[in-house]
């Protein structure tokens, strides 16, 4: 069973024909109609170019409102992550994002106050990003680690963790992978969304921990007497 959203029109050979067939009606009526009565075909060609022209001024107008709007966007939410401290990283990505969608969908309106049906054109770009998303299922599980990392900082760089089978410090996050320096200075780069979906032990998270140290000794020695005194 397919979904609808996937079933683009094909365009055969014979549909191109008869838009021409159809093209070359309008043009032979146009210039009937141009030659029997010219002042009422030319008085209703100005008619339809000034209504046409008040739609491109509209579109336009749409246009420049929308992108100004979409960069007031942008600057609340950048003065909202820098008060907030958020990373540059997950900041930078974000912004992208919400520009990017907000830019199509700015797209999309403006060309639909052109009288062009953009049905079409809202069922390609669905069906191109369902279509980019099943292919880049990893990736785009690895961006969403990314993004929990960033938010909630399990770790930072220059801590010292234990995840996925390697222990090192953090050299850097991105918003697909982190890099780790092990204790034999190899670099180790893990996704994020393998990374953040396991179990990560932070060794720097907390300045003072517990250690445990095993001391053997023989049988009947006093333990009293090999306590170290303690300091008050």
């Known amino acids: 069973m397919k979904f609808p959203i996937l079933q683009t029109p094909v365009i055969t050979e014979e549909d191109i024909v008869s838009k021409a067939d159809s093209a070359k009606v309008t043009i032979e009526q146009f210039a009937s109609n141009l030659a029997t009565d010219p ?36 600057k609340i ?17 974000v912004l992208s994002l919400v520009s990017i969608t907000l830019t199509t969908i700015l797209i999309i309106v403006t060309i639909s106050t052109l009288g062009v049906n953009t049905t079409s054109l809202a069922a390609l770009l669905a069906a191109g990003g369902m279509a980019i998303g099943m292919a880049m299922s990893g990736t785009v599980q690895n961006f969403a680690g990314g993004i929990m990392i960033l938010a909630f900082k399990p770790f930072k760089a220059g801590d010292f963790i234990e995840a996925q089978g390697y222990s090192g410090t953090v050299s850097s996050v991105s918003i697909v992978s982190t890099s780790l320096v092990t204790p034999d200075n190899k670099s180790v780069i893990i996704p994020n969304g393998a990374l953040f979906n396991g179990n990560i032990n932070n060794y720097s998270r907390n ?9 053997s000794v023989e049988y009947g020695t006093d333990a009293a007497k090999c306590a170290p005194p303690l300091v008050g």
């Not at 209504?51 to 942008?74: C, E, M, Q, S, T």
């Not at 300045?207 to 001391?215: Q, Y």
Request: avoid cysteine.
């Open 39 to 74: 002042n009422t075909t030319l008085h209703n060609l100005l008619n339809d170019a000034i209504h046409f022209g008040i739609k491109v001024l509209v579109a336009i107008l749409i246009y420049v409102v929308g992108a100004w709007f979409i960069k007031h966007i942008r």
């Open 77 to 93: 939410l950048s003065k909202w992550f820098l008060r907030r401290s958020t990373d540059k990283t997950l900041s930078s990505f």
């Open 207 to 215: 300045p003072i921990r517990r250690v445990e140290w095993l001391v």
